[in-house]
Each structure stands twice: as C-alpha cells, then as structure tokens.
C-alpha cells in the first residue's frame, strides 16, 4: 500500500536530543513543500549535502544557529562535520555526520543498509558539541505493491545500538515517483534516523 501523506517525527530515547524535535518536523515539511514547488523532482534523491542543507534551513527558521561542513576536531587532528546546530533557548549543540542510506521496501517487509552505522562511527571521531549524532537520510524505495511504514519505523526501532530520533516524510504528491531509468522502482518518502554517538557536555 502506498497510504497517504505521512510527515511526523518521533523522539525515541534520548531527552539530549529532544530539542531537536521541532526542528525535524519543519525539515519534513520543507520536502513537502519543495515537492508541491518542484514539478517532477524530490529532494531524497539527491546526496545527503541536498538533505542536510534543509536541516539547517529548518534550524534557523525554529530559532536556532547552524552552520553547514564546518572546521572540527577529529581524534586530535583537524577535519570537518556535516552540521553544527546551537539551540539558542538553553544553549545546547550538536554536531551531526550524515549519511545517505537506502531502505528497500515491500508490502510486508523491508531491508535498512548500515548507513547509520557508517555515520555513527564517523560522529565518534567528532570532539565538538554537546552531543555528537551519526544521522541516516534513509530514501525508501518499492515496487507497485507499496511499502508499510509501521513495519520499516519498527525495524529502525529494533536496531542495535538504538535509534534515538525519527522523521520521515512521505509527500503526498510523491507517492509513485520514479526515475525515468527505473519506472517501476518507486521512491515515496524519505526516513531520518539519528543516533546520538558521543556526549561531550560541558559543566
């Protein structure tokens, strides 16, 4: 099945991160909206640069600052993070290593690739914000028969280690998008997962 407009996000576990919550919502609005102004195109499936930079996008427009492929520390040497968000209200930050990843779906199943495991351990290396966060933008993909969401949010819950935030957006108008090269493969949505790696606050 291929259901109708789903745009919601989920904290799971960790309360480091819960901040972030709102910012993750206007994200998935943000696809909604490109796909509504964009004819024929979906942000998901471009690299994770396209996806970050909306995050930030919905950073600043929720009160926040950010800062996109910034200067880092990386195990004692100098290297560069995907994202720097500052929460302006209680002065939390985060830093985040992105992935793209790929979710292989069917009416009664899915398969998730190690895309976040890959940006976890890339967050480990990081030694900059509060909390450090490895975050998979998941483009989910099916055939005809459609995906079911609850089973591909339950597998991403079920992972080891943990899932700490979810958002998702499965656009209305982009329910049966496909590349020209693959009509029968059809891409309806995109899934954020977030796993904290590292925290680093400071008293």
């Given at each position: 099945m291929f259901g109708t407009e789903v745009v919601c996000p989920v904290t799971v576990k960790n309360n480091e991160i819960g901040w972030l919550e709102p910012i993750m919502l206007q994200w998935a609005v943000y696809i909604k909206e490109y796909c509504r102004a964009i004819e024929g195109d979906v942000p998901y499936d471009y690299t994770e640069r396209a996806l970050v930079g909306i995050l930030s996008?919905?950073?600043w427009v929720k009160g926040h600052a950010s800062i996109e492929?910034?200067?880092v520390m990386k195990e004692g040497n100098v290297g560069r993070a995907d994202l720097f968000i500052m929460s302006i209200g209680n002065m939390s930050s985060v830093s985040v290593e992105a992935k793209k990843g790929r979710i292989q779906a069917w009416k009664d199943?899915?398969?998730?690739?190690?895309s976040l495991d890959r940006a976890n351990e890339d967050a480990q290396k990081v030694d900059?914000?509060?909390v450090s966060v490895g975050a998979a933008f998941y483009l989910v993909s099916c055939d005809k028969d459609g995906y079911d969401?609850?089973?591909i949010l339950a597998k991403l819950k079920a992972?080891?280690?943990g899932v700490h935030l979810l958002a998702w957006c499965f656009p209305k108008e982009r329910r049966r998008f496909s590349r020209e090269e693959t009509p029968?493969?059809?891409l309806p949505g995109v899934?954020?997962?977030v796993r904290v790696a590292k925290q680093l606050k400071r008293s």
């Open positions: 996008a919905a950073a492929e910034y200067q199943g899915c398969s998730i690739d190690e900059d914000g509060d969401l609850k089973i992972m080891t280690p029968d493969d059809f899934v954020l997962a």
